[in-house]
């Protein structure tokens, strides 16, 4: 099992943290990035890369590290990354910070693992298919014709209200709504939650309520204009009890994504939601089979 390692980095002005751990067939010790720039198990060998959503962050991503390996960086206003106010809280941005942020650990090609507004993740692909190996979309916000904003959403996107909102949220606010992101609708754990919380300041609540007004229907749609171009091997897996975002929109990613060459595998997980790990352990097993080149989940 690879041990995960704590990094960080400055990258132009900003400080960035992320999760690194050597790939699951690498030799015990060496880094995603073999500690001299080439992805351990060669120059070529693509690196899994996962990326959380809102409004948490890297810590997310522990189970799948020990599994696989790879690199989890914490994104832009969240978790231990900076927070600046002058930062680009917008699509965009945001792949702008992935190419960043890979130049500084030295990797060329990636896995992708993206979850929720880890979907930025998707707009870096469609830059550079050719840096990506696989992916992985798991309940993301859907770059597709047809979302609408769930209510809390709707609430963040709205100048005053999202803010007021965002001031009353505190431990127990969390522990109640994200209640109902499972099925069963029981509390979230309590380290997801004490995660969550201890990183959910001012500029997290910015950097949140940037990237929602940023991003209206229209907008999400064009972001997902090119997604036809990933034509590699690509699984789509989605908890179906998802309040937030309907699982029809995993069988459109599954439609958009790739070609004939390729077809996406998609897997719903009916006893799940938003975080579907978290009620379905062995899907943990299920991305790491996928992303370590094993049969797939058929």
Not at 36 to 52: E, Q, R, W
Not at 72 to 101: C, Q, S, V
Not at 188 to 199: G, I, K, N, V
Not at 238 to 260: K, S
């Amino acid at each position: 099992m690879p041990a995960v390692s704590d990094r960080t980095a400055t990258i132009d002005t900003l400080p960035v943290f992320w999760r690194e751990a050597a790939l699951a067939d690498a030799p015990a010790g060496d880094g995603p990035t073999g500690g001299a720039g080439a992805p351990a198990g060669g120059d070529d060998a693509p690196v899994p890369l996962y990326l959380h959503g809102v409004p948490t962050n890297s810590d997310e991503w522990l189970p799948f590290l020990e599994r696989t390996g790879g690199l989890a960086p914490d994104l832009p206003g969240f978790g231990r990354t900076g927070k600046a106010a002058n930062l680009d809280y917008t699509i965009e941005g945001y792949a702008d910070f992935i190419e960043r942020f890979l130049g500084e650990v030295g990797v060329e090609r990636v896995s992708l693992v993206v979850h929720d507004w880890g979907s930025v993740g998707l707009a870096f692909a469609q830059r550079h298919p050719e840096r990506v190996a696989r992916l992985v979309v798991i309940n993301a916000v859907p770059f597709l014709p047809g979302y609408r904003w769930h209510r809390t959403a709707r609430l963040w996107r709205t100048p005053l209200v999202g803010e007021l909102v965002m001031g009353a949220t505190t431990r127990w606010v969390l522990r109640f709504s994200t209640r109902e992101a499972r099925p069963s609708r029981e509390p979230m754990p309590d380290a997801w939650l004490d995660s969550l919380f201890d990183h959910f300041d001012q500029g997290t609540q910015r950097a949140i309520l940037r990237l929602y007004r940023s991003s209206p229907p229209e907008v999400l749609a064009g972001a997902g204009g090119r997604l036809g171009a990933l034509d590699m091997p690509a699984l789509v897996l989605w908890g179906a009890a998802d309040p937030y975002i309907p699982v029809r929109f995993a069988r459109a990613y599954a439609e958009a994504i790739g070609g004939p060459a390729h077809p996406a595998e998609l897997v719903e997980l009916h006893d799940a939601g938003h975080w579907p790990w978290l009620d379905r352990p062995d899907a943990i097993d299920t991305i790491a089979d996928f992303l370590l080149g094993a049969a797939g989940p058929g």
